[in-house]
């Protein structure tokens, strides 16, 4: 396709970014959402024109600039699944945001647009200081709408967000200037081919990890996250828990695992072990919290840390798993937020214990919230659970302790999810305004519904999802299987092949 499609995707939302500000406050939710219902169509486009099983990059673009650096973007099938998954969520945030901001309406869906075309850039930068330029610009717009639209603490989580992620990304850029200096070159899928010294490894891998630690976020610095989920908008609690989040998986598959195999062997552990930390201590945090956003923020952290056990299994379906636990987390968490804006617009609470009985007064609310909460937990036949199962199987493979720790956060889920789900929902109601709340309205219909049917589709038929990665998943495994570090499993055949050996040869001997 020689029009330079991702271009387009990136620069169409920055135009209308620009526009949207000099518009009246309705004129600016018009624009905003034709602009990201455009971008959907185009990210369809992209979808359909992805030739699945041909070349690893496609819809490359490529424009010099000034000495290495250029506008290089171009896309596997990772970055389509997340460039899809980004413009599938937008327009929804536009319109869950359609009646409950009222304050500078035209910078708000400025700060949105401009968002998305950062998100995008993200995945389709295929030059390492581009890449670097989108990643820190998307702390920009966030910390705008957490800081202009938030909740009465927005200003100190705002700060808290910007410091945490700005502060773990420094090392990142000094890492890049050495590499690019080492390998003569700024070109993303050259530099995952190439073998940098295996002592500088440890350092680059550390670095990386320093900003993509903060970005999953991996515990224990994931602390910004529920203050930031806490104070922020509702469509910028789905923006971030849905996409942001991300962002630090997809740079550990970008970076840290094929342009630093040993490295990422050797240190295993210190993922695994935060990982594991993280699934056990988040989801115990969750089951106490009063305020609903915060306990869906303490599941995000705990999902997350699927992707990075899975991601580190070094095995396809520990990395696979991973990949569906991100696209899965990323509509199902979005979805979680948005049950809880439609509540809260209704009574501008967060506290769980100023709901109940919603099922009486609200039957079709909360059918979709019961629905939202089987996919968290990883109910079969819905997104979250073919993720998690090849996440374990994956974890299983590589160290069995791994994986039964891990399995403690899927029983610890459903504790905390279902819990939540039976304050809001069942009891009786705490008081005459909870009692007296209406429905959902249409536009609400229209933020969930089509969330639900892709939860759905997911569910039953996650092939469509998972078909344009593999060959990328192949290319991944291929790259950093020689440094894998060997199974418990394998361990104890090991030991029982020599154990085999000396009882033939001593059978042989009498």
Not at 257 to 280: D, N, Y
Not at 333 to 342: P, R, T
Not at 384 to 412: C, M, P, R
Request: include cysteine; aromatic fraction near 14%; charge should be neutral.
């Amino acid at each position: 396709m020689s029009f330079p499609i991702l271009s387009t995707m990136i620069l169409l939302p920055i135009a209308a970014a620009l526009l949207t500000i000099f518009l009246s406050a309705q004129a600016a939710r018009v624009v905003a959402l034709g602009t990201t219902l455009v971008l959907l169509g185009l990210g369809i486009l992209l979808w359909d024109g992805f030739d699945i099983g041909g070349p690893q990059w496609q819809f490359v673009e490529n424009a010099p600039i000034f000495g290495r650096f250029a506008w290089a973007l171009g896309i596997d099938g990772i970055a389509l699944m997340l460039i899809v998954l980004s413009v599938f969520l937008m327009p929804i945030c536009i319109l869950a945001s359609w009646d409950s901001i009222e304050k500078r309406v035209p910078e708000y869906m400025a700060a949105f647009l401009l968002m998305e075309a950062l998100m995008i850039g993200v995945f389709a930068a295929q030059d390492m200081f581009l890449f670097y330029i989108f990643f820190e610009a998307g702390l920009i717009p966030m910390y705008l709408i957490i800081g202009i639209w938030g909740g009465a603490d927005r200003i100190k989580a705002s700060y808290k967000f910007f410091l945490y992620t700005l502060l773990g990304s420094l090392l990142m850029l000094v890492a890049m200037l050495w590499m690019s200096r080492e390998a003569g070159t700024t070109d993303i899928p050259s530099l995952m081919q190439y073998n940098f010294p295996v002592d500088a490894q440890t350092w680059l891998w550390l670095a990386f990890f320093a900003s993509f630690a903060v970005k999953m976020p991996m515990w224990p610095v994931h602390t910004w996250l529920p203050d930031a989920h806490v104070q922020a908008p509702t469509a910028g609690s789905v923006i971030l828990a849905g996409v942001l989040l991300k962002m630090g998986g997809y740079g550990f598959i970008r970076f840290s695992l094929p342009m630093f195999p040993e490295a990422s062997a050797q240190l295993v552990w210190l993922v695994f072990g935060m990982s594991m930390i993280a699934v056990v201590y988040t989801s115990l945090v969750a089951l106490v919290q009063q305020d609903m956003k915060k306990l869906i923020a303490y599941s995000s952290v705990a999902h997350m840390a699927f992707v990075t056990i899975g991601l580190f299994a070094f095995n396809r379906q520990g990395i696979e798993g991973a990949l569906l636990v991100m696209l899965a987390h990323g509509l199902v968490s979005g979805a979680l937020f948005l049950c809880v804006g439609v509540i809260y617009d209704r009574l501008h609470t967060r506290e769980i214990a100023r709901y109940g009985g919603l099922s009486n007064n609200m039957p079709y609310y909360a059918l979709f919230f019961l629905f939202f909460t089987m996919a968290s937990i990883g109910l079969p036949g819905l997104a979250n659970f073919v993720g998690e199962f090849l996440a374990l199987v994956g974890a299983y493979k590589a160290n069995s302790w791994v994986a039964a720790v891990a399995t403690t956060g899927i029983i610890l889920g459903a504790a905390y999810m279902l819990y939540l789900y039976r304050r809001v929902a069942f009891g009786t109601a705490a008081g005459e305004d909870t009692a007296s709340m209406r429905d959902m309205t249409p536009r609400e219909w229209l933020t969930l519904a089509p969330i639900a049917a892709a939860t759905l589709w997911m569910g039953v038929y996650p092939e469509s999802f998972m078909a344009p990665m593999r060959n990328d998943v192949t290319a991944l495994l291929a790259r950093i299987e020689r440094t894998a570090p060997a199974g418990d499993a394998q361990l104890k055949m090991g030991a029982a092949k020599p154990a085999q050996a000396h009882s033939a040869a001593h059978g042989e001997a009498h």
